[in-house]
Nanobody, 115 residues
Framework: QVQLVESGGGLVQAGGSLRLSCAASGRSFSSYHMNWFRQAPGKERDFVAK???????YVADSVRGRFTISRDNTKNTVYLQMNSLKPEDTAVYYCAADQEGRRSWGQGTQVTVSS
């Protein structure tokens, strides 16, 4: 099981930016496909962005052009840069690691965007 710890959440005004980080345990981070999801109160957990082991990325339509996912394999960390934040981006953000068909989740970090 991969251990994941998210950080970087907080309270920000609409139009502002935050960068989330997710630090992973283990010596095989470069082989993981990494993802970001989010869950707003009373809603299902939704996909936000992913980056595979080769560095290819994909982001959800709702955040495309505003959010960017990246990774630093030397630091075992994946990032989510969030710009032009909107109140509807308010949610708990989770990172997830996919390895050999298994998915591990972090504990989540709260992002709150005020209008």
């Amino acid at each position: 099981q991969v251990q994941l710890v998210e950080s970087g959440g907080g309270l920000v005004q609409a139009g502002g930016s935050l960068r989330l980080s997710c630090a992973a345990s283990g010596r095989s981070f470069s082989s993981y496909h990494m993802n970001w999801f989010r869950q707003a109160p009373g809603k299902e957990r939704d996909f936000v962005a992913k980056i595979n082991r080769y560095g290819s990325t994909y982001v959800a339509d709702s955040v495309r052009g505003r959010f960017t996912i990246s990774r630093d394999n030397t630091k075992n960390t994946v990032y989510l840069q969030m710009n032009s934040l909107k109140p509807e981006d308010t949610a708990v953000y989770y990172c997830a690691a996919d390895q050999e068909g298994r998915r591990s989740w972090g504990q989540g970090t709260q992002v709150t965007v005020s209008s």
